[in-house]
């Protein structure tokens, strides 16, 4: 891979969009389809700095089988929309060599919220004050009852993944 200065912008602005994705999910339990768009398009940029080097039908391959799992998930109600699409356009960053570690550490990082964010939701329900009527006050994710905001364990996964990613070798 192509290890200049220009190259690392993509490789940053990637990082960056995946915590700005998951910092949406967790606060408004929305990701913008900016967000997923930009990582779309910033895999196109950086295969374009490395052409030749990037093999596109596993990488487009990858971010479609990642839609289209994602999208039975969400047609069953396990997964919200937003999530599926910061899933395909993390895929496509991974690539089928690395779409199921991906998965896999999605799945454990999601478990690992869900059980942290029960425990939290527990130990500030039983707090008074921030209980019952006053509950509006709470930051949605730690209120009783809401969904797991996927989109940071997709997020989490995916930024430990990344030093591994063939398009990212080079870039840090």
């Not at 602005?13 to 997923?36: E, K, M, T």
Request: aromatic fraction near 12%; glycine fraction near 14%; include cysteine.
């Amino acid at each position: 891979m192509i290890c200049d200065g220009l190259s690392r912008v993509p490789a940053f602005a990637f990082l960056g969009l995946l915590v700005a994705g998951a910092a949406w999910d967790l606060w408004r339990y929305l990701i913008p389809n900016s967000i997923c768009a930009a990582l779309a398009g910033l895999f196109a940029l950086w295969a374009a700095l490395a052409p030749g080097q990037v093999d596109w039908l596993s990488h487009v391959g990858a971010g479609l089988a990642a839609l289209a799992g994602g999208g039975v998930l969400f047609r069953f109600g396990k997964l919200g929309g937003g999530d599926v699409k910061f899933l395909a356009a993390a895929a496509l960053w991974a690539g089928f060599e690395h779409l199921w570690p991906l998965l896999v550490y999605t799945a454990l990082a999601g478990g690992v919220l869900a059980l942290g964010l029960v425990a939290a939701r527990r130990a500030i329900g039983a707090v008074p004050g921030w209980a019952g009527s006053d509950a509006h006050i709470r930051p949605r994710f730690l209120r009783i009852g809401e969904a797991v905001p996927y989109g940071a364990a997709i997020a989490g996964a995916a930024l430990y993944l990344s030093p591994r990613l063939p398009v990212l070798q080079g870039a840090f």
